[in-house]
């Protein structure tokens, strides 16, 4: 498996994502900065990282969602290749209408930084394949506006069509059913708050995040 991550000015959890990347697949991964126009060729899976893209202004993603680099992501998207965004990168997908949605200030307004309880949704995405449905996990979250919220008919969409990946299983930020991750119709593109790339060896403290990296490479 081949990956990329794409790296904006603010980006902050970029190393982290290719560290993820390169222990499942031992190859180095390819950091693609945000005025680049194409893609490595051969790349499999696109990490839209976490951190602070534009420092956050105007509006979380707005300006990173309209870089370069994410006309040739949409691309790689729509012919297929795997995308995952993470914290900042889930809000840039949703800028990007890559995802449906926006993520908001957090309910209480605070910045929340704490591991989590979260929920498999569903198990049968490529991001989720290595969990089982209903199964408990941990992962860190680090966001001030991760309060995801759609309208009516989308929510009752992507619970129809198994579209949510992960559900938090406490109260963390206000998310409209406790989602905490969603997945594109054509099951390619993940968007979500948690870190899994921050859970994946004992150091941190558990290895939950492992398996979904472990999911992207049995996919590729």
Partial sequence: MKAAVIVFPGSNCDR????????????????????ETTLPEGIDVIGVPGGFSYGDYLRSGAMA???????AVANAAAQGRMVIGICNGFQVLTEAGLLPGALLRNEGIKFVGRDVALTVANSQTTFTSRYDSGEG??????????????????????????????????EVNGSERQIAGIVNDAGNVIGMMPHPERAIEDAHGRTDGLRMFEGLLAAA
Avoid: C, N
Wanted: glycine share 6%; hydrophobic share 45%.
């Fill in 16 to 35: 982290d994502l290719a560290t993820a990347f390169e222990k499942v697949t031992g190859q180095l991964t390819a950091m693609v900065w945000h005025r």
């Fill in 65 to 71: 969602a309209r870089s370069p680099i994410m006309r």
């Fill in 137 to 170: 996990v941990t992962f860190p979250v680090a966001h001030h506006d991760g309060r995801y919220t759609a309208d009516a008919a989308t929510l009752d969409r992507l619970e129809g069509e198994g579209r949510i990946a992960l559900r938090y299983a406490e």
